[in-house]
Structures are given as C-alpha cells and as structure tokens.
C-alpha cells in the first residue's frame, strides 16, 4: 500500500501506545511507530502482554502490530525517518527545585525536544500529546527554532482527553477533539494536516482548535473541573454521614438537574490516576506564578478534600474496629485506582495501605490486574503484606473486607461464602459503594459505605 503519511510517537505509555494503535486502525494508509527510552516497554508492546491492560486493546494492537504500527527501540533514526511526530513522554510533578512539588518535571520532555532538533534532517511538524504547563509549547518552539538551515518545526498542542478504563472507546469516539496552533500561515497548515488525520473518523465538528495557549490550558482545567466533581461529592458524603442523609440519593437529586448533569458524582474513597492530582497542581503553580494566589488556594482545596477523604475512610475503619488494628488482617479488595485497568499511580489505595501497615494490620491484596504495580508501589513497606488475585482465598481468614476500586466482578461475588470463611464480627468498608449493603448487612457484615448510615450489629458504637 502506498504510505500517504509516516508518525512517530515518543512515548509508549498509557497514552503513546493506545492513541497510536487507534490511528494506526483507523488509518491503514499510514504508518505508525512507537518509540521509547525504555526498551523493555518496547519488547512488552512487541510482546503478547501489552504493558497496558486497557479493554479492547489487544485486539486492535493485534490488528495492526506489523502492519503500519511499529514499536521500535531507535528514537534517533525515527525522528530522521518521520515527518509528524507526537510526543507523549512522561510528565511528573517536580519533586526539587523550585516548583518542588507543585510544577510539572519537564526534564524528560526537554530532552526529547532536544533530540528531535538534533536528528532531524527535514522539517517536521512536532505535537504536544502529554499535559504540560501553559507555555510549554513556547520553550519547544525556542528550542527547535535554533535549527540551522532550511530545516523548520511547527509546534502544535493536542492533549489527550481519553479515560483509563475506557480509553479504546473515547479514542473511537471522543467528545472533542482540541488542536491548538499559531495563527501564522504555517501554524494553520500544520493544524489542517494533523485534522486531516481524525477526520478520517470522527466528525469534523467534534474537532475545534484554538491558540496553543487555550488548549495547553484547556487540558489542565477540564481534569481540575473533573476532579473538583470528585472532591465536592466527597465533601458532602461526610456531611451525609453526620446528618443521617445518603450521598447516594443527594447525588441522584442534584446529577438530574441537567445544568449539573450526573456524571463523576459517585462519592469514592477519593480520585487517583497519573492526571488529576498533577494537573491541579500543576494550575495551582501557574496561579502563583501569575499572582494570584486566591484562584490558587481555590483550586489546590480540590486536593486537599482527596486527602482528607482518604483519612477518613482510615480513621472510620480504626474506630469502628475498636481503635486497633495491630495484628489484624484486612483484604483490600482493588488496588488499581479505577476499574479496568491495572495502573495504580496515585491509586488512594497505596496511601490507605501505608497508613493500615502502619498501624501493624496484615494486609492481604487482591486485583484482578494490578498486584504487579502494588507490589511494586509497596516495595519500601515495612509490614505483613500479601498478594492474592483470588478475591475468595484473599478475603479468607480476615478481619475486614476494605473494598477499594470499582472492578465490577466485586459486585458479583458470593459474599455469603467470603462471610462464613472470615473471623467474626465481620467487617465490610465500601470505599466505592458499589455492593448492596443490605444485602451484606443481612448475610452477616457490619457495613460501613461511603456517605451513608454504616448498617451494624452492634447494640453500642464500638468505639462508644
Ligand atoms: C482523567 C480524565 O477523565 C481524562 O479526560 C484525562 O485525559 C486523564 O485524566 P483518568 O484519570 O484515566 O482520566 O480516569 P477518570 O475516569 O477521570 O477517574 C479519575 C479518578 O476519579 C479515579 O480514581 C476514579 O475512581 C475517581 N472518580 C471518578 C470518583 O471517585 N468518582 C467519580 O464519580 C468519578
Ligand atoms: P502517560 O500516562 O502520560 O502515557 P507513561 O509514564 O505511561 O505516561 O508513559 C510515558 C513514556 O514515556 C514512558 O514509557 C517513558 O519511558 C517514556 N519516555 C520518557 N522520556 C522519554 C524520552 N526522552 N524519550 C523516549 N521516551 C521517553
């Protein structure tokens, strides 16, 4: 087939591999190739165990792989070879210097705009796909515009609004897609030609642009609004325990009015994922920056609440298992920090389990998907930890049940059986309130949801 046009992404992540893999299928004319620093990612996306767990992936990896989607280990020789290059390497927050913290490490990203200024031999047009900080676009373009010769790149910002989980389906059908560009003659060539490239499937009008500083900032406001959804649903579950009200319930009132709408109002154990938390941070460093530290506390209280949710959800565990947990063993059902899929970056359950560890519990894991990142993110924890996929043989032999990410089989489960092979009382958290509390309050449990009266059968309060 004839090759109308070659991409390169650098960056297999959760968000190089799979947005690469849809452009691939939806274009069979292009050719698609995946580079990364990390070799051993590249031989996982070449391998049959994709690094990523994300359903539906597989299968259309298995569809293009080899085809006109490459995963290949020679970044230099990729950047010669490709005229449109996406870049979606990792952007963490900043732990030294100033920003520690709070602003993003733009060190990896640097990097990589360095190499390509180095290794290209033609002109190319360069696209922003991980979140980074306003104006980050404008140091790429500092850097790539020392080029010598007739050698030219246009920047273009183009963040990735796609959900873990679900990522397969809103890369096939996304609400927008945001190209941001220069105004210039050039910069609005460059935006036409990476349109070109969705339009082979999604519907023009679902493709906006704007200046490249509109949609850097875009990215960044769209998770801080969505995860100030999370925080304030949160911030009423604990109202709703104190006033006998059900979170459930206020959700379902305000989510019908449809100025609000319903979605991310399910009061959780707080958000997790690579994006939130970084992302609101990262807003509120720009807002000091530019002086304004009013909309800066504004927005970093979205995070505070995420943290005090979790602390509550400890201190209600402590509490209600009599003030001790030394010695006793808690199943933490779900450690990914949202269902379908096995990424466990700031997964709330990292933190619930240092802090149960910490007050000397066992702790026994189970997840269909991620035990490999727990153990890996557990690795420095002193204390009895266990990893079980099994959910039963996990939650055999303990104390209490913690349930933690919303994987769906945990609405499946046989909990009369998982009751009778735990030690009595029995205790259940749902930190996501996903299972039916009666139900386990009849079989047996003390229930304790998220923003509900807990269901218990003691006469007094334990902690009374
Ligand atoms: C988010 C954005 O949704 C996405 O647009 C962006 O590109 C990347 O960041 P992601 O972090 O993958 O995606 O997952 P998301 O579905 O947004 O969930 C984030 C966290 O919030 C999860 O821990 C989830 O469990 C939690 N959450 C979400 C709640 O606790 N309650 C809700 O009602 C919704
Ligand atoms: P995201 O969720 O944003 O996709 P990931 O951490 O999953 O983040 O992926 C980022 C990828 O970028 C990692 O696989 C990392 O090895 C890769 N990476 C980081 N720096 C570079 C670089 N300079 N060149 C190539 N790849 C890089």
Redesign the pocket.
């Known amino acids: 087939m004839n090759i109308k046009k070659k991409i390169l992404c650098i960056g297999a992540g959760y968000v190089g591999g799979p947005s690469m893999a849809m452009i691939a299928y939806k274009c069979p004319d292009y050719r698609v190739t995946v580079v990364d620093i990390s070799h051993e990612r590249i031989d996982a996306w070449n391998s049959s165990e994709l690094p990523v767990y994300e359903p539906g992936l597989d299968e259309i990896v298995r569809k293009t792989r080899g085809k006109n989607l490459f995963f290949a280990r020679d970044i230099e020789n990729q950047i010669k070879e490709n005229d449109i290059i996406f870049v979606s390497v990792n952007t963490p927050t900043k732990m030294f210097g100033t920003g520690a913290g709070m602003a993003a490490d733009l060190q990896y990203w640097e990097k990589t705009a360095r190499q390509i200024l180095e290794h290209s031999r033609s002109s190319k047009i360069v696209i922003e796909k991980s979140t980074l900080p306003v104006k980050t676009a404008l140091a790429m373009e500092r850097i790539l515009s020392s080029a010598k010769g007739k050698i030219s790149f246009e920047v273009l910002s183009n963040p990735?609004?796609?959900?873990?989980?679900?990522a397969m389906n809103d890369l096939e059908n996304p609400d927008r897609i945001l190209i941001g560009s220069r105004e210039t003659k050039s910069g609005l060539k460059a935006r036409a030609e990476l349109s070109d490239i969705y339009a082979r499937w999604i519907p023009k009008d679902k493709i906006i642009t704007s200046n490249i500083w509109s949609s850097e900032l875009s990215k960044l406001v769209?998770?801080a609004f969505?995860?100030q959804?999370?925080s304030s649903?949160n911030a009423v579950s604990a109202l709703c325990e104190k006033a006998d009200a059900d979170v459930t319930e206020v959700a379902r009132a305000v989510g019908m009015d449809s100025r609000i709408g319903s979605?991310?109002?399910?009061?959780?154990i707080?958000?997790?994922?690579?994006?939130?938390k970084k992302d609101i941070l990262n807003l509120v460093y720009l807002c000091n920056y530019y002086g304004l530290p009013e909309v800066a506390s504004y927005w970093e209280s979205v995070v505070k609440i995420n943290e005090y949710q979790q602390e509550r959800f400890i201190a209600n565990i402590l509490s209600s298992m009599f003030n001790t947990l030394a010695g006793k063993k808690i199943c933490i059902l779900g450690f990914a920090?949202?269902a379908d899929?096995g990424d466990t970056r700031e997964?709330?359950a990292i933190h619930i389990t240092h802090r149960l560890l910490a007050e000397h519990a066992q702790v026994i894991i189970s997840d269909p998907k991620a035990l490999k990142n727990a153990a890996f993110d557990l690795k420095d924890e002193n204390g009895e930890i266990t990893y079980t996929e099994d959910p039963y043989r996990a939650a055999s032999g303990c104390h209490a049940l913690a349930l933690l990410t919303?994987w769906n089989l945990y609405r499946k489960l046989d909990y009369k059986k998982i009751y009778k092979s735990m030690i009595k009382p029995a205790f259940l958290f749902d930190g996501r309130n996903i299972l039916d509390h009666k139900k386990c309050f009849k079989i047996g449990f003390n229930v304790y949801p998220i923003g509900k009266p807990a269901l218990s059968h003691f006469k007094v309060s334990p902690d009374a």
């Open positions: 990735e609004f796609m959900a873990e989980g679900t769209a998770n969505l995860a959804r999370v649903i979605k991310f109002l399910n009061a959780s707080g958000f997790g994922g690579s994006c939130f920090f949202k899929t997964s709330p919303d």
